[in-house]
């Protein structure tokens, strides 16, 4: 298919100066050409109407679970380890393929619309998250989440998180990549992370944890181990393989230097930490210590929503907060954590995060005719500060439309609100 965006504003990379007007070319999964002033003729399959908007590279949304939609406001306003352990953990043990495949779907529908089209998921049932991403067009990067409380439960669980990177990598076109997800220090001893760490390299797989969340959690690995929780990974070899460590909240300087020295991502998920009171990354400190930091939304569950775009802002505001400092995380900054290190946790770096010809053709078109966003001084200040998830206009994922005005390409919204809505009831 070959597709062009007439006219749009375009952010090639977030570095670069805003190209105030251009045609943008798509041939097949790749951008072709991207040429400033516009004006280019020639047979398209599709012309999307880009006037008044802004194309980016896709955001990414680098750590989520995103079935949890099904949890969303069925328990809030309470510490995590309480949420988890009377509220989601009990809720979970009634969970079905089915209620995790139609939720996906549903996770997806809201992560189109507000302009992601990557992410990093992270839960159970990941055949049928699989399926429903297979469906809907976004790319990921999926891994079942192990959590072994007791010895016996530790083979079965490596078991069932091999089985599916061996079965999923490189489905969907090559849009499905796998990794291995130990949930946290705190819910896996040794054994796995050890397990898991010579599966990964021998698969070629990144893994996804949670890190340093909460105080509590890294006050038990301390007294546990007598390390932090980065540095007791790394004692185990851990970081041999690509991390993406979720969170990071309570990381020590020698965390942070460990994360650097072995390439790992963090993502700050910040509207989750707020509402469950974990605190606030110290996004300035990583970023000044060399460690890549994307951003990701949480499940719905804790976070409430799937809206990128909100993570962004909230992101850029709260770090110059807890930096005491207005210029820590500026807004160019700002949105290569939401696009380019995202991209580059997925093991994608030199294909997707810019807008450049030969680069796959995953892109967020923004609608900036909006009130909230006029005058259009500065696209990249309107974007990050001001911009809604809703501004989202389309979005192209590996040179497809997943949403064109507005209107989701792939899914059929009705009928998946009709089956949660549906689903739902069990849980409440
Ligand atoms: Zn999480």
């Not at 990144?206 to 509590?216: D, G, Q, R, S």
């Amino acid at each position: 298919m070959r597709i062009l965006i007439r006219g749009p504003a375009v952010i090639q990379r977030p570095e670069d100066k805003v190209l105030p007007q251009a045609d943008v070319v798509i041939e097949g999964r790749r951008y072709e050409a991207i040429v400033s002033g516009g004006g280019i003729e020639g047979e398209f399959d599709r012309i999307v109407d880009g006037e008044g908007c802004l194309l980016v590279p896709g955001f990414v949304n680098a750590h989520t679970h995103l079935a949890m939609t099904l949890f969303r406001g069925l328990a809030q306003d309470l510490p995590l380890m309480r949420w988890l352990e009377e509220k989601i953990w009990p809720a979970e043990r009634k969970l079905t393929g089915k209620d995790v495949y139609w939720f996906s779907l549903l996770g997806l529908a809201e992560m189109i619309r507000s302009g992601t089209t990557a992410f990093v998921d992270m839960y159970f049932f990941m055949e049928e998250v699989a399926r429903a991403v297979e469906e809907a067009g976004l790319r990921a990067l999926l891994s079942y989440g192990i959590i072994a409380p007791t010895r016996n439960r530790i083979g079965p669980e490596i078991k069932k998180a091999e089985a599916f990177v061996r079965t999923w990598s490189g489905k969907a076109d090559g849009r499905i990549h796998t990794a291995f997800s130990p949930h946290a220090p705190y819910t896996c001893p040794p054994e796995v992370w050890r397990r898991v760490t010579a599966l990964a390299r021998e698969l070629k797989a990144p893994i996804h944890t949670h890190l340093a969340e909460t105080v509590e959690e890294v006050e038990r690995i301390r007294t546990e181990t007598e390390r932090f929780p980065a540095e007791w990974l790394e004692d185990m070899g851990v970081f041999s393989v690509p991390v993406i460590a979720a969170h990071c909240v309570h990381v020590s300087e020698k965390d942070i230097e460990i994360l650097a020295a072995h390439g790992a991502t963090a993502v700050h998920c910040p509207t989750s930490n707020l509402k469950l009171a974990c605190g606030i990354a110290p996004v300035q400190e990583m970023l000044a210590g060399g460690v890549a930091v994307a951003l990701g939304t949480d499940g719905a569950g804790s976070a409430g929503d799937l809206n990128l775009v909100e993570e962004m802002r909230l992101a850029a505001v709260l770090a110059k907060q807890k930096a005491g400092n207005p210029e820590a995380l500026p807004a160019a900054e700002a949105l290569r954590c939401a696009t380019a290190r995202g991209a580059a946790a997925l093991g994608l770096g030199r294909e997707l995060g810019t807008i450049e010809p030969g680069r796959r053709a995953d892109g967020t078109l923004i609608n900036m005719k909006g009130p909230h966003l006029c005058p259009g001084h500065n696209p990249l200040a309107n974007l990050v500060y001001a911009a809604q998830g809703s501004d989202v206009a389309a979005v192209v994922v590996d040179g497809r439309p997943l949403l064109l005005g507005g209107e989701l390409q792939t899914l059929d919204l009705d009928e998946i609100l009709g089956r949660c809505r549906e689903l739902a009831r069990r849980f409440r």
